[in-house]
């Protein structure tokens, strides 16, 4: 695709409940990040990927966070168990490798837990 | 431990000055700076970089310098549009080029 997709754009979910968000990274582009973005916040770093392996999972907050890439290309990202705290914009964003500073981002999920 | 933060949460601008936004940094071990502009509702888009081994980099309207004695970083945009209103991150690259980490974020305003 022309950029990085994530869905979905929106999601409201209850309490204990888990949910799934996808991105779909640019063709070709190896490396893939996660980030968590509260309202007037910074980027909360989560966890990348350099092809389908996690060299770095130290950002994500706790056992409930995981994530997986797969084919090199799409990522979910999955939160169970939601607690209000994890309501925030989560971000994708994909680069093409090394030393390439150059990451795209999509547009975001902003996660609602009610 | 790591991190990169920034000094100011909220610079404001009159039209066609320069703005200056800045950033602290504590990591001596990072590839490279970049900044970061993120326009509210949008994913953040890349400005431009820095190798850690620069101290200078200019590109359209932006310089960015880099002050490793003080571990410190700054970006400065000429002559502010209006369009230049967002936030803008600081970030580094560590991990021998893979780790993309961010700073907190400068909300710059431009005034008419």
């Known amino acids: 695709g022309a950029g990085v997709s994530q869905s979905p754009s929106n999601k409201v979910t209850e309490k204990g409940k888990d949910v799934e968000l996808r991105c779909d990274p640019i063709s070709g582009h190896t490396a893939l990040y996660w980030y968590r973005q509260s309202l007037g916040q910074g980027l909360e770093f989560l966890i990348y990927f350099q092809g389908n392996s996690a060299p770095d999972k130290s950002g994500l907050p706790s056992d409930r966070f995981s994530a997986e890439r797969t084919g090199g290309s799409v990522s979910t990202l999955t939160i169970q168990r939601t607690q209000q705290e994890d309501s925030a914009v989560y971000l994708c964003?994909?680069?093409?490798?090394?030393?390439?500073?150059?990451?795209?981002f999509g547009q975001g999920t902003r996660l609602t837990v009610v | 431990g790591e991190s990169v933060g920034l000094h100011l949460p909220t610079l404001s601008v009159q039209e066609g000055d320069n703005s200056i936004i800045n950033c602290a940094y504590s990591n001596s071990a990072s590839d490279y700076f970049i900044w970061y502009k993120q326009e509210s509702g949008k994913g953040p888009q890349f400005i431009i970089d820095?190798?850690?081994?620069?101290d200078k980099r200019q590109g359209q309207r932006v310089t960015v310098l880099l002050n490793k004695t003080v571990k410190h970083l700054s970006l400065q945009i000429a002559a502010t549009q209006p369009g230049d209103s967002a936030v803008y991150f600081c970030a580094e690259i560590t991990g021998g080029g893979n780790k993309l980490t961010f700073g907190t974020g400068t909300q710059l305003k431009v005034e008419l």
């Open positions: 964003a994909s680069k093409t490798g090394l030393l390439n500073t150059e990451a795209f």
């Open positions: 820095i190798r850690s081994n620069m």
